[in-house]
């Protein structure tokens, strides 16, 4: 049965999972081919890889240049670490999908009525995540081999992301075990990533090569591989031991829990409840994920804001200040590097606006919703409590993120109150961007309610178009494609109000369409 499982799963996923590697696998290949064009001169390459060694604000973010001579060693340089925690979460969110997901939904309990054995499940969904993982490796090895870089190297970039998704699948299948919910097991396998990739700054930072604390870290293994830097098969072993751990502990774990409950049980309420709204429901059911959120957003920004004064070191490269001024800035190289890293914040917190707003859909798809509406609550009011809170979530998260990264660098540049005030507006700045992708969101629930997972593929290639858009020399109109490539570029920039109210028009005009037309539909239950 794990095999009927396997391909039933296989089936659900056959245009989104493909779609991820095939899309992963372009952004690798795109990343050498601009880096060809960007530097043509060995000498050019080894100056820039040699500055970005020598800048701790970009070591910490990227990782370092183990062999500065080698085009495959600098082109990949966002991609080994900063691609791994990508591939990382993606397998993170699909064996969550296969195994707590399922089981939430009460579909995993018709599933076991039958002629099931008890593991067919969750092998299942480890199986799927490690095949996917091997597939996304092979593909990525099969395209740097065709573009020229060496076999061995493209052999061992595809085994970094190949082996990274393994262990993160594994991870995922521990989570899965330890919650009642989708959601929370998803916000584990999540902070693990975060984890590690912090992890492995700490370790490229530290005294050593690297420090201990990139030992500590499955994005750190996968970075020590090497790729085109020597290509390090032994340590290989220490992610596959990782795997069939954490495998292990995941079946141990699934065998002392029954059906629909996890390891951690769910709290009881209060024997008389004090919610007396809908809005009150909603912010009880977000609070939660929103104050996980904006611990992490607020400890995400200080790190950054704390090295950011170290890119004045990049001043001495033109070739590097060219790179950089691509990514994001306009002005001074400092405000290009903040200008591109709110960018990229204003990014990661519209993931929150996806999940609070995709909440809509959980919640209908578990008959919360059904009960709801049949008392006097009304079908806009319920939805209105979901999404209103969504976008305010989303506004306090930037507001406070960009808060937290002006801190930390005026207090490094002796002006924390200028610097602080500074980078709150342009955390604010990129609010209107990350609103249009929660009314995504909300247009989908409300036309094509099983599409909402969609909204997290659509902003992973915002996310690349952004990172790499201008890089790869894509036309003007594909980059305006992302709603992110219409947020002032603060500080350094100027603000655009034009722009911002598009942006705020275009969010509107998605979530009254969404709203008309969940008005009108049926409700979807199991």
């Known amino acids: 049965m794990t095999g009927a499982l396997l391909r039933l799963a296989l089936r659900r996923d056959r245009v989104l999972l493909p779609a991820w590697l095939v899309g992963l696998t372009l952004m690798v290949v795109f990343s050498v081919s601009a880096t060809k064009d960007l530097y043509p001169d060995d000498e050019f390459l080894e100056t820039a890889s040699e500055t970005i060694n020598a800048t701790p604000a970009l070591v910490a973010l990227y990782g370092k240049i183990y062999d500065t001579s080698s085009l495959g060693a600098t082109s990949l340089i966002k991609l080994t670490a900063f691609g791994s925690a990508l591939v990382a979460i993606l397998f993170v969110f699909l064996v969550v999908r296969h195994s707590r997901a399922e089981e939430e939904s009460g579909r995993q309990e018709l599933v076991a009525a039958g002629a099931v054995k008890r593991r067919a499940p969750l092998e299942a969904a480890l199986l799927l995540g490690m095949a996917g993982s091997v597939a996304l490796g092979i593909l990525t090895a099969v395209g740097l081999g065709l573009l020229g870089l060496s076999w061995a190297g493209a052999v061992a970039f595809g085994a970094d992301w190949a082996l990274c998704g393994i262990v993160f699948s594994a991870v995922a299948g521990v989570a899965a075990q330890v919650t009642t919910s989708a959601r929370a097991a998803i916000g584990i396998g999540v902070a693990c990533v975060g984890i590690a990739y912090l992890l492995r700054a700490v370790g490229d930072l530290a005294p050593g090569d690297p420090g201990w604390a990139s030992w500590l870290s499955p994005i750190g293994w996968s970075q020590q591989i090497r790729p085109f830097a020597g290509n390090r098969w032994w340590v290989m072993v220490i992610p596959l031991v990782a795997t069939v751990a954490l495998v292990a502990a995941a079946f141990v774990l699934r065998s002392h829990r029954d059906m629909g409950s996890g390891l951690v049980a769910d709290r ?3 024997a008389v409840g004090r919610i007396g709204s809908v809005a009150g429901l909603a912010w009880r059911l977000h609070r939660g994920a929103f104050l996980a959120w904006l611990v992490g957003a607020v400890l995400m920004g200080a790190v950054l804001g704390s090295i950011v004064d170290n890119i004045s070191g990049l001043l001495e490269s033109p070739q590097l200040r060219e790179y950089l001024e691509l990514l994001g800035g306009r002005q001074a190289l400092t405000e290009a590097f903040l200008a591109a890293e709110v960018g990229v914040l204003g990014a990661l917190m519209s993931a929150y606006g996806i999940s609070a707003t995709s909440r809509l859909r959980s919640e209908e798809s578990a008959g919360h919703a059904e009960s709801l509406l049949s008392t006097m609550v009304t079908r806009q009011r319920w939805a209105a409590s979901h999404f209103g809170l969504a976008l305010v979530a989303v506004a306090a998260l930037m507001l406070l993120t960009g808060a937290a990264v002006g801190l930390t660098h005026g207090l490094a540049v002796g002006d924390p109150g200028g610097q602080t005030m500074r980078l709150a507006v342009a955390g604010v700045a990129q609010v209107p961007a990350a609103w249009v992708v929660a009314s995504i969101v909300m247009l989908l629930f409300g036309v094509i309610p099983r599409w909402v997972p969609v909204t997290w593929g659509l902003l992973a290639a915002f996310v690349v178009l952004g990172e790499f858009g201008v890089l790869w020399g894509l036309p003007r109109w594909v980059l305006d494609l992302s709603p992110f490539a219409h947020s002032p570029r603060l ?30 539909r049926d409700v979807q239950g199991l």
């Open 268 to 270: 009881p309420g209060p």
């Open 491 to 520: 500080p350094g920039g100027s603000i655009d109000a034009a722009q911002l109210v598009g942006l705020v028009a275009v969010a509107a005009v998605l979530a009254v369409a969404g709203f008309a037309t969940w008005r009108r």
